[in-house]
């Protein structure tokens, strides 16, 4: 019997168990091992031997260290500025993580350990669309794009913004 996500009851005997459950005559184990990196979206290589990933239904961006898979929360969902539904990541020509929160129609600019946030575009799209991808030119200009999940007919946007917050999206 399937419990859940990942894991089902099995007849005592084989397998690594997760735990929690209670059957008599049986035991739980996954079926695959659980993932620190849930509910994915928007990636980007820091140059560094890093990852900084996304996680849209936590409202969670992490760095992942690909040399020891060691995962550092840069935001999560608790946080007093929490960024809500983040989709994409890009990292800028000055150092810091662009990050698209997709409910807020916001584009985030924060520092690579998190602890420094600000919004520097909002209210992206007409009402009805969410922020998605985001990515900086050759030059550096900063471009994110919006959808709309509601009306197939909304052809989505692309703004500019700006990456210091000071002049608004066009």
Known sequence: AVLGLGSCLVA????????GVDAPGYRTRYLVEPNPLQQTDGMALDG??????????????????????????????????AVHVPDDVTLGPDGHLY???????????????GKERKVV???????????NGIAFNAQGRLFATDLSFADPSHPG??????????????
């Open 99 to 113: 990050v698209t929160a997709m409910l807020d129609r916001a584009v985030v600019r924060m520092t690579t350990d």
């Open 121 to 131: 575009g909002a209210n992206l799209g007409d009402g009805s669309a969410l922020t």
């Open 12 to 19: 005592p005997g084989a397998g690594a168990e997760p735990g």
């Open 48 to 81: 560094h031997g890093g990852l900084f990933v996304t996680q849209a239904l936590s409202n969670r961006v992490v760095r992942l260290d690909l040399t020891t898979l060691a995962i550092t929360r840069l935001a999560d969902e608790p946080d007093a500025d």
């Open 157 to 170: 946007g692309l703004w500019e913004v700006d990456p210091a917050g000071v002049r608004p999206p066009v």
